[in-house]
């Protein structure tokens, strides 16, 4: 379970979200919706502990990452894949040198080994066969896709992290970006937060829906509990 107990983050001084309660059962995809800057992606940085929060505590099954020290996060991050926007893949790389990136620099395993993880994953998001390609050659859901490769390859992942996967895409890409999504989560039975601007797109992949308004989580609950709300900036989502 991933929980939030009265988290507070921010940048120097600066509170970007206060007192943040939420909780991720095992399993499941919570998606993460609010205006831009509302500080979705700052609850994604308090998960990989890249930010500390200023107050509050974050539990991924039961370990305050906080209180990680250097070593501990390295492992730590290893169960945790993270998709960046718009993928962020290393241009100058192929995409098989993308997807081993993590594992040529941080393990000792032989190239076949690497190699071999490396096609498992890219056959996994069906590119098995870009895996010499450069991403400039890759439409921006296949970049979506090796990305989402990446991310999973230190080891199954625990929690899968999305910020905005389908940003940017088609609607009939950005449906089978979140049929990937789900995917993962059913194969792996990560947690997965996901952050979106496309409520189209968070029915499609979430179980769970966090609305982030003035700094505040102001609702959570299934997509029944969100459309039933009489919250008027719940409202408002709903109806644009
Ligand atoms: N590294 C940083 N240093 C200082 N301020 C930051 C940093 N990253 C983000 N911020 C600020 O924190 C606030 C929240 O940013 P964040 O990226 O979490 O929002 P968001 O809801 O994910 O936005 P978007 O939907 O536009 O991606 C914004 O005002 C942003 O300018």
Not at 61 to 90: C, P, T
Not at 118 to 126: A, E, G, I, N, W
Request: charged share 25%.
């Amino acid at each position: 379970m991933i929980q939030f107990e009265g988290v507070s983050l921010g940048y120097g001084d600066r509170v970007v979200v206060s007192d943040i309660n939420m909780e991720v059962p095992d399993g499941k995809t919570m998606v993460i919706l609010g205006d831009s800057g509302s500080g979705k992606s700052t609850l994604l940085k308090g998960i990989l502990g890249i930010l500390q929060p200023f107050s509050g505590r974050i539990l991924v099954d039961g370990e305050n990452v906080g209180q990680l020290d250097e070593k501990e996060l390295l492992r730590y991050r290893q169960r945790i894949g993270m998709v960046f926007q718009e993928g962020a893949l290393f241009d100058s790389l192929t995409v098989g040198e993308n997807v081993g990136f993590w594992l040529w620099e941080h393990t000792d395993w032989s190239d076949e080994k690497i190699e071999e993880r490396v096609r498992t994953l890219l056959r996994f998001v069906s590119l098995e066969q870009v895996i010499d390609q450069r991403p400039d050659a890759l439409s921006g859901g296949m970049k979506r896709r090796v990305a989402i490769a990446r991310a999973m390859a230190p080891q199954d992942p625990k929690v899968m992290l999305y910020d905005e996967p389908t940003t940017g895409l088609d609607p009939f890409t950005s449906r089978s970006i979140c049929d990937l999504v789900r995917q993962v989560q059913s194969e792996f039975n990560v947690m997965s937060l996901v952050v979106t601007h496309d409520l189209h797109d968070a029915f499609r992949v979430g179980d769970l829906f966090s609305f982030i308004h003035d700094a505040k989580v102001i609702l959570t609950g299934d997509r029944e509990t969100i459309e039933q709300s009489t919250d008027p900036f719940v409202r408002t989502f709903l109806s644009t």
